[in-house]
DNA sequence: TAGATTGTTAATCGATTAACAATC
DNA sequence: TAGATTGTTAATCGATTAACAATC
């Protein structure tokens, strides 16, 4: 009755907030102070209402003629998007995919901090990743409980993609970031993110078919 | 007025096809010749009206009562798609990402074929990276337009990622699938995929904050 | 034949875009 | 003050879902 509910905010206004966010950050490193909606709009190929509307879900106010203050936005966004604190991951598949998202540097920027990789492969097992220890499989559940690990990376081949999601459920792994291309069997509660390249290739080849046609 | 135009499908209905793709490859070789859409819909979590309209964009038409024909709905879907014959494309980046790219078997069944990569550290060129050449970024556009290159993938990091966009768009490539976390500025006929990763991470951020709240 | 399934038209839903009053 | 910009309500657009006749 009393307790005003979280609107849940759109999926396309959450994918585009990353956007802004670099954006800001780079008006910001150029000293820019304050920057209005038309502006970002213009620059970034949208509408206007639309960015209002989008930077609006993370709770921030604009000055009418004024626009917005560059710094508390991308504090606004930050937090929104929970970057401003990082959140500690498990990575399942130490091939060559997994290797490269180890050795990404810019997760920490959105909050993701990968801090150890598994495999079920031995002779990965032992060895160390840009740092990061990999780790035999069946380790996962015990140290994903006793770390609180809530986000978990799937970087297997299709085959082994469900098993993988199997063990991060035993672990009380909450959310998955899936770079297996299938679908995965899971429990109502859990969260997913499908990296789905297969898709992103259809839209390519597509949208060329009908730009060369 | 007596063509016929091809119906433009929706990006998302475009975005599902590599997911019936996957399903009815899987329904092929457990000897499966015939499949219904209640049943697709039911297995992929879908809503069965959906997938009819889906699969209609291919051009393939079921039989009342009976369903599809397994083998004539994977090649509609292969022929729409454009994953029958296979399109050559460049990389430029060899870094840890473009690497994990280059040593993908799997994007050679969804048509796309890297023949080289390009990079402008002296210390790469020359290399093979899983049996491609590391070649000087400054050849890019001269082979690109001999070799009647289309499609361009980018895995620089971001402060690159528009010079390489510019080299591409000079050599003729018409499409380009960008992996770098920044929105390229390109001419109005250029056909781009953003692979982006901050978008998928901030909605699995949210929903974790959601689910977890 | 009866019933399951397709193909298509209509209804719903949600996101984008337009219109405009409020404001500094 | 005048005018640019915000915040919000209404209109539009497109995708999803529901309803149902046609069909094998």
């Not at 909450?174 to 499908?194: C, G, H, K, T, Y």
């Amino acid at each position: 009755m009393s307790v005003v509910p979280i609107k849940k905010a759109p999926e396309p206004t959450i994918r585009r907030l990353p956007d802004y966010y670099h954006y800001l950050k780079w008006m910001q490193s150029n000293g820019r102070e304050v920057v209005s909606c038309t502006h970002i709009a213009r620059d970034l190929d949208l509408d206007p209402t639309q960015v209002r509307k989008d930077l609006a879900v993370t709770g921030i106010r604009g000055k009418p003629k004024v626009g917005y203050l560059v710094t508390p936005l991308i504090e606004s966004i930050e937090n929104f998007l929970g970057w401003n604190n990082l959140t500690d991951a498990f990575l399942v598949g130490a091939g060559s995919l997994g290797t490269a998202l180890l050795g990404y540097q810019g997760f920490k920027q959105y909050g993701l901090n990968i801090v150890a990789a598994f495999d079920k492969d031995k002779r990965k097992i032992g060895k160390k990743i840009h740092g990061k220890e990999v780790l035999p499989l069946d380790k996962l559940p015990g140290l994903a409980e006793r770390m609180h690990i809530l986000i978990g990376v799937i970087s297997v081949p299709a085959e082994s993609a469900q098993a993988a999601a199997d063990v991060m459920v035993e672990g009380g792994i909450r959310a998955i970031w899936n770079f297996a291309p299938v679908s995965l069997d899971l429990p109502e509660d859990m969260v997913v993110q499908n990296e789905n390249l297969a898709s992103s290739l259809a839209v390519l080849s597509r949208q060329l078919a009908e730009a060369v046609k």
